[in-house]
Every structure is written in structure tokens, then in C-alpha cells.
């Protein structure tokens, strides 16, 4: 006759298992470059709850978004994959920086969180700009244009008074998306943004941020497009 066998686990047991479980979870769910990879970005307006107060109120960026008193534009980002992103803004009529800007390229660590710009660049947002597009696009770590960008991004950022020499760099940065992007129907990038649910504006750290952001699948050469147009 066959006697059931029966095994009893202690709680440590199950704690230990618990923990590995916990531990690995973030390595199983990154994926590899070219297989399901994909990133998530949402562009939000920031802005005082009052007149002279240091908290901030967040809502995510709508085409019907408007400068005013304070407010900044921010973005969020997020990646299953060790990648960069680089985010530029142009205006309409004579392809410079919008605002004066400066374009971010930030390294992203797999399933890590970014609040950019990062510090001290900020997108203040309170003057009437023209029409103009805000332009992600999604690069794998190992992408050797990856760190032609960081050169000439980083080279922007210390134009310093030299507009003419900014504008060369600007000119050339427009150049580089323009051949990555091809002569693909541009419509296929624009975000599409939709109004908040609910119509609702969430505070500070409460504003659920993925519920807003537009997935952005990384195809094989680990590149993904974005844009978002304002103004026009």
C-alpha cells in the first residue's frame, strides 16, 4: 500500500522563498533589446497650488494646454531595457529651440522611474510660444549614436551667450532626428494626448503618472519615436 507523503514547510521557509521571489522579479520582467522591449513617457504641466506656494500640482500635458504664471513643462520616463532618451523641443516657424530649452539626453536604467529635466535645466513654461513640437525619441545603451548625442547634447548646454553657435548645434541636432525618424508619415508619432480621466488634477507625488503615458514600442534596432505638438 502507497502511505501519503506529507511535507510541512516552516514559516522561515516561506519567507526565504518569499524574499528570492521579491529579489529576482525585477530581472525577469527587464526584457532584452529587440524582444517586447518598449518605454513609457508622459508629459505633464507643473504649476504652484497658489500664488507663492512651493507645492506643486501636476496634470498631464493636453493639447489644449496653456503657459501661465509659474508653470513648467516635465516629463516622465520609464524603460524595460537599458536605454537613452533624448527629449528636444523645436518651434514651427524657425526650427529653433522652443523657449530656449535645453534638449535632455538621459541614460535609462531598466524599470527605473525619471523625473526630468534634470537639474538645473528647467522647461519654464510661462510665456505664449509658437506653435511647436516636443520630440522624444528612444535609443538603446548601446547605440553608438547614443554618444554622439551625449557630445553634441552636452555641447548645448555650454553654448553659453553664442546664439549663432547654438543655432548651428541646434540645426544639427534637427539633422540627426530627422534622418533617424526617415521619411515615415510623422502622424504615426504624435502622442494623440487625451484629456485626464475624470478631468482630474492629482498633487505631487499622487499623480499616477503611468495612467497617462504612451507606450513606445522599442522595434530591433532598440528605437522608438514620439512627438507632441502644441500650439498649432
Known amino acids: 500500500m502507497i502511505k501519503a507523503l506529507s511535507i510541512k514547510f516552516s514559516g522561515p521557509f516561506f519567507l526565504i522563498v518569499a524574499l528570492f521571489a521579491a529579489l529576482s522579479l525585477p530581472a525577469r520582467l527587464a526584457a532584452k533589446e529587440g524582444a517586447d522591449s518598449f518605454a513609457k513617457f508622459c508629459l505633464v504641466v507643473e504649476e504652484p497650488v497658489s500664488a507663492g506656494s512651493s507645492e506643486l500640482k501636476t496634470s498631464a500635458f493636453e493639447k489644449s494646454s496653456k503657459p501661465g504664471p509659474g508653470r513648467k513643462l516635465a516629463f516622465y520616463a520609464e524603460s524595460n531595457v537599458d536605454s537613452h532618451v533624448l527629449v528636444a523641443a523645436f518651434n514651427d516657424k524657425d526650427h529653433k529651440l522652443t523657449n530656449h530649452w535645453p534638449p535632455q539626453i538621459v ?13 538645473p535645466a528647467s ?3 510661462d510665456q505664449a510660444s ?19 548625442l551625449k557630445t553634441l547634447v552636452e555641447a548645448m548646454q555650454n553654448a553659453g551667450s553664442s ?48 495612467e497617462k503615458a504612451k507606450k513606445v514600442a522599442l522595434h530591433d534596432d532598440v528605437r522608438g519615436f514620439l512627438i507632441y505638438r502644441y500650439g498649432g
Request: proline letters at 2%; aromatic letters at 12%.
Open 107 to 119: 541614460e535609462l536604467k531598466a524599470l527605473q522611474e525619471y523625473h526630468l529635466p534634470l537639474l
Open 123 to 125: 522647461w519654464n513654461w
Open 130 to 148: 509658437d506653435a511647436s513640437e516636443v520630440q522624444v525619441i528612444f535609443m538603446g545603451a548601446a547605440n553608438a549614436e547614443s554618444g554622439k
Open 163 to 210: 546664439s549663432q553657435l547654438l543655432n548651428l548645434q541646434t540645426k544639427k541636432l534637427r539633422e540627426m532626428i530627422n534622418l533617424w525618424m526617415g521619411a515615415n508619415d510623422r502622424t504615426a508619432f504624435y502622442a494623440g494626448v487625451v484629456p485626464n480621466a475624470w478631468g482630474a488634477v492629482m498633487r505631487g507625488g499622487d499623480f499616477h503618472w503611468r
